[in-house]
């Protein structure tokens, strides 16, 4: 595989329209980490197959069978990440490259989860008459210790220091809140348990919305499977879901 120093040439952005929904994986990350996020493809005048990495995770994008092609290449990526904790581990891929690679790899977990989409034109949103702020650095800690995925204190820093977020305090306790990720998906959408069932995580998600739509970007998604909650949260606003996709472990084999 070739590093990409030049994601905006004509070759690479023909690439992306041709991915559908999963497109916004690489222009939404691109656009939020900029020169910082790590790209390469197999080939820098036609492109079959891309992939940028970020905590121990690579995200590939394109043709199974290229994807195929390359994985000793992004076996070498992965062992370059300390955070991979000795797997090869793929995010955000169809079920269709899950199962292709599961026939070179051994698969050692996959979890299924929904992409959500909202378009300008279906946004509804939700106004209350809280207050929207964004979080401060001394949240991060609070952040870290509400996140499901073992997302660090260091991480929510860097999300609350390099990008939008909305907050809601009641009487100066945080009461809900989210952030934009670093490849640039909303989440870590959470209200605390004192706070739910008054309608604050569409408040916020709303807010969110409107902030990244301000910027130009995009605003989608992450789902886990069965999560009935937040699902109809974020439909309630506008989103749809697009596709189900797989956070996947596998075997990988040392190079």
Not at 118 to 145: C, N, Q, W, Y
Request: aromatic share 10%; hydrophobic share 40%; with cysteine.
């Amino acid at each position: 595989m070739f590093r990409l120093e030049n994601p905006r040439s004509e070759s690479f952005q023909k690439f992306l329209r041709a991915q559908g929904p999963l497109r916004v994986r690489f222009t939404e990350a691109i656009a939020e980490m900029g020169e910082e996020l790590p790209l390469w493809v197999d080939d820098l005048t036609t492109p079959r197959m891309a992939v940028h990495t970020g905590r121990g995770w690579l995200a590939p994008l394109g043709r199974s069978e290229a994807i195929l092609a390359n994985l000793e290449d992004m076996e070498r990526l992965s062992a370059q990440m300390e955070e991979s904790e000795g797997y090869l581990k793929f995010s955000s891929v169809s079920l269709k490259v899950q199962k292709a690679v599961e026939r070179r790899r051994k698969l050692i977990r996959g979890s299924p989860v929904g992409m959500f989409i909202l378009d300008k034109k279906d946004f509804r949103p939700v106004f209350s008459t809280h207050r929207i702020e964004s979080l401060k650095t001394g949240d991060a800690k609070t952040l870290a210790e509400n996140s499901p995925y073992d997302q660090g204190e260091e991480y929510a820093l860097a999300r609350i220091q390099n990008a939008p977020t909305a907050a809601i305090r009641v009487d100066g306790e945080l009461a809900s809140y989210m952030v934009v990720h670093a490849n640039g998906s909303i989440g870590m959408l959470h209200t605390m348990d004192r706070f739910r069932g008054q309608g604050l995580a569409r408040v916020v998600v709303s807010a969110l919305v409107e902030a990244q739509f301000a910027r130009g970007r995009e605003a989608y998604c992450y789902i886990v499977e069965g999560n009935e909650a937040s699902e109809r949260v974020f439909e309630s606003v506008g989103f749809r879901r697009v596709m189900d996709v797989y956070w996947s472990a596998f075997e990988r084999r040392e190079i």
